[in-house]
């Protein structure tokens, strides 16, 4: 095995078995075997990013998801921590080898209080049975990061992930009142609980939040939910060009609006993904180059209310403004990804965030860096936000377009943090980006975050390789592949 605490296949075979007796024969899988191909890659696999498992182990309990760390610490194995494998960063691929704990057993709804407006869940819940859970219950759970069907609770909290109605509700971590971990060696602690104020200690509940399962394993979670909105009106304004467009994303913010939701697509996206609206194409007006879906909620006398001083902000510069049906908008969002890969076969894509007032400089930024590489690029994202989720369309059989896309997109991490923003607002870190913070933060930054890591995970065994401030950048052939896979 490739791990550090076993040699050979006697070592190997051993090993097994103690996980075996740890968890039963049918939740352990071996190097080799049947079915474990599925855990040696996540969302990122199109982009030829693979490792390789010795070990997957599928605990039943919080209880023996520890008892997997306690054991991969005694024998200095690497842990890799996974969810729905849906992660956008490499985050869940076991690159240095090593033992992959997947969460998918613990589904356990282990208190739901709507009177409350809160629940006790564990980690491999799926996200969309908990909205389902909070839907049924005249509840919300607001966070509706992509793929939601697969995507587990667990994940979402480790990599804190966002979606379009972060725009008014924030992203995962906002709605977290509580967390279950397992720590090294080997502990269960509990960090929060059924409260929403606590100022008691330093903040360790936001540090496993987005840890991306480098600092501790989330195996519960307590959720906050809000009454569900009463009604909720989309909109969508198309602009002439992207100066407009996002001039109006500033004059929905200085009029005190606050939507729901303000997404945008841009040029080329947004032609491409004409064709895959819900029964037929979006029949783009003439001379659109760039469009804003909207939503706004609350009452039906508030999101009225809202509804139309939205219509009144984006009007005036808008060559048209429609009033979709609110699924078939959403749909329609979902989809423009896997328009965008279906046309040359791949995109390698990333999000970046910038300060919403800098948007067009970004984007102008972008579409100069994909000319000068001899790519086609897209982007859309989310515009109150400023998170641009920048796609170069790429050829994945042409090796001189995948390692150009690698160069452009290492350009666009750079421009993003001389505009004064991140190098990731929804993706993570994972491998794809391991590094990149220095962009970003100060060297006394990064030196915190290293050391927060040593605190919490003094061997390095949790996770190893991904959310790293400072190293090189993953091989070309881990990296630099297009992807057809869809973005949040």
Not at 241 to 260: F, N, T
């Given at each position: 095995?490739?791990?550090r605490?076993?040699?050979?296949?006697?070592?190997a075979?051993a090993?097994?078995?103690?996980f075996?007796?740890?968890?039963?024969d049918?939740?352990v899988?071996?190097?080799g075997?049947?079915g474990?191909?599925?855990?040696e890659?996540?969302?990122?696999?199109a982009r030829?990013?693979?490792?390789?498992?010795?070990?997957?182990?599928?605990?039943?309990?919080?209880?023996?998801?520890?008892a997997v760390?306690?054991?991969?610490y005694?024998?200095?194995?690497?842990?890799?921590?996974?969810?729905?494998?849906?992660g956008?960063a490499g985050?869940?691929v076991p690159?240095?080898?090593?033992?992959v704990?997947?969460?998918?057993r613990?589904?356990?709804v282990?208190?739901?209080?709507?009177?409350?407006?809160?629940?006790?869940?564990e980690?491999g819940l799926?996200t969309?049975?908990?909205?389902?859970?909070a839907?049924?219950?005249?509840?919300?759970f607001?966070?509706?990061?992509g793929?939601?069907?697969?995507?587990?609770?667990?994940?979402?909290?480790a990599?804190n992930a966002?979606?379009?109605h972060?725009?008014?509700?924030?992203v995962?971590?906002?709605?977290?009142?509580?967390?279950?971990?397992?720590?090294?060696p080997?502990?269960l602690?509990?960090?929060g609980?059924?409260?929403?104020?606590?100022v008691?200690?330093?903040?360790?509940?936001?540090?496993?939040v987005?840890?991306?399962?480098?600092?501790g394993?989330?195996?519960?979670?307590?959720?906050?939910?809000m009454?569900?909105?009463?009604?909720?009106l989309?909109?969508?304004?198309?602009?002439?060009?992207?100066?407009?467009?996002?001039?109006?994303?500033l004059?929905?913010l200085?009029?005190?609006?606050?939507?729901?939701?303000?997404?945008?697509v841009?040029g080329?996206?947004?032609r491409?993904?004409?064709?895959?609206?819900?029964?037929g194409d979006?029949?783009?007006?003439?001379?659109a180059?760039?469009?804003?879906?909207?939503?706004?909620?609350?009452?039906?006398?508030?999101?009225?209310?809202?509804h139309s001083?939205l219509?009144t902000a984006l009007?005036?510069t808008?060559?048209?403004?429609?009033?979709?049906?609110r699924?078939?908008l959403w749909?329609?969002?979902?989809?423009?990804?896997?328009?965008?890969?279906?046309?040359?076969?791949g995109?390698?894509?990333?999000?970046?965030?910038?300060?919403?007032?800098?948007?067009?400089?970004?984007?102008?930024g972008?579409?100069?860096?994909?000319h000068?590489?001899?790519?086609?690029?897209?982007?859309?994202?989310?515009?109150?936000?400023?998170?641009?989720?920048?796609?170069?369309?790429?050829?994945?059989r042409?090796?001189?377009?995948?390692?150009a896309?690698?160069?452009a997109?290492?350009?666009?991490?750079?421009?993003?943090?001389e505009?004064?923003?991140?190098?990731?607002?929804?993706?993570?870190v994972g491998v794809l980006?391991?590094g990149?913070?220095?962009?970003?933060?100060p060297a006394?930054?990064l030196?915190?975050h290293?050391?927060?890591?040593?605190?919490?995970?003094?061997?390095g065994?949790l996770?190893?390789?991904?959310?790293?401030?400072?190293?090189?950048?993953?091989?070309?052939?881990?990296?630099?592949?297009?992807?057809?896979?869809?973005?949040?």
């Amino acid at each position: 095995m490739a791990s550090r605490g076993v040699s050979g296949p006697n070592g190997a075979t051993a090993l097994r078995a103690d996980f075996a007796r740890l968890l039963g024969d049918d939740h352990v899988l071996a190097a080799g075997e049947r079915g474990i191909a599925a855990y040696e890659q996540d969302a990122t696999s199109a982009r030829g990013l693979r490792g390789h498992a010795d070990l997957v182990v599928r605990p039943g309990s919080a209880e023996q998801v520890a008892a997997v760390l306690a054991l991969c610490y005694d024998r200095d194995l690497p842990l890799i921590p996974r969810g729905g494998g849906t992660g956008l960063a490499g985050g869940a691929v076991p690159v240095h080898g090593g033992v992959v704990c997947s969460l998918e057993r613990l589904r356990a709804v282990r208190s739901l209080e709507p009177e409350l407006w809160r629940m006790h869940v564990e980690a491999g819940l799926s996200t969309r049975h908990v909205q389902r859970l909070a839907r049924e219950n005249g509840l919300c759970f607001p966070p509706d990061p992509g793929a939601s069907e697969q995507s587990q609770i667990g994940g979402n909290v480790a990599t804190n992930a966002g979606g379009p109605h972060a725009c008014k509700y924030g992203v995962t971590g906002a709605w977290v009142i509580g967390l279950e971990v397992a720590l090294a060696p080997g502990e269960l602690v509990e960090i929060g609980g059924p409260y929403r104020k606590d100022v008691g200690g330093y903040d360790l509940k936001s540090l496993i939040v987005g840890s991306e399962g480098t600092l501790g394993i989330v195996t519960a979670v307590r959720l906050m939910l809000m009454p569900a909105p009463e009604a909720a009106l989309p909109l969508i304004a198309f602009h002439a060009s992207r100066e407009q467009g996002c001039a109006a994303i500033l004059d929905v913010l200085a009029a005190g609006i606050q939507p729901a939701a303000l997404d945008f697509v841009d040029g080329a996206a947004l032609r491409i993904a004409a064709h895959a609206w819900a029964g037929g194409d979006i029949d783009l007006p003439d001379g659109a180059h760039f469009a804003l879906l909207a939503e706004v909620d609350g009452s039906r006398e508030e999101a009225r209310a809202a509804h139309s001083e939205l219509a009144t902000a984006l009007g005036p510069t808008a060559i048209e403004l429609r009033r979709p049906e609110r699924d078939a908008l959403w749909q329609w969002r979902d989809r423009v990804a896997g328009a965008v890969a279906a046309v040359r076969g791949g995109k390698v894509s990333e999000d970046v965030v910038v300060p919403v007032e800098r948007l067009p400089q970004a984007l102008d930024g972008f579409d100069e860096i994909a000319h000068r590489h001899g790519l086609q690029s897209c982007a859309w994202g989310h515009a109150a936000d400023g998170n641009i989720h920048a796609n170069l369309l790429v050829d994945p059989r042409q090796p001189d377009e995948i390692a150009a896309a690698a160069d452009a997109t290492d350009e666009l991490f750079a421009l993003a943090a001389e505009l004064g923003g991140a190098i990731s607002g929804e993706h993570g870190v994972g491998v794809l980006k391991r590094g990149q913070l220095a962009r970003q933060w100060p060297a006394r930054a990064l030196e915190i975050h290293e050391d927060i890591k040593r605190a919490f995970d003094p061997k390095g065994l949790l996770n190893p390789g991904k959310k790293l401030a400072r190293t090189s950048l993953p091989s070309a052939s881990a990296s630099r592949s297009a992807t057809p896979n869809t973005d949040a």
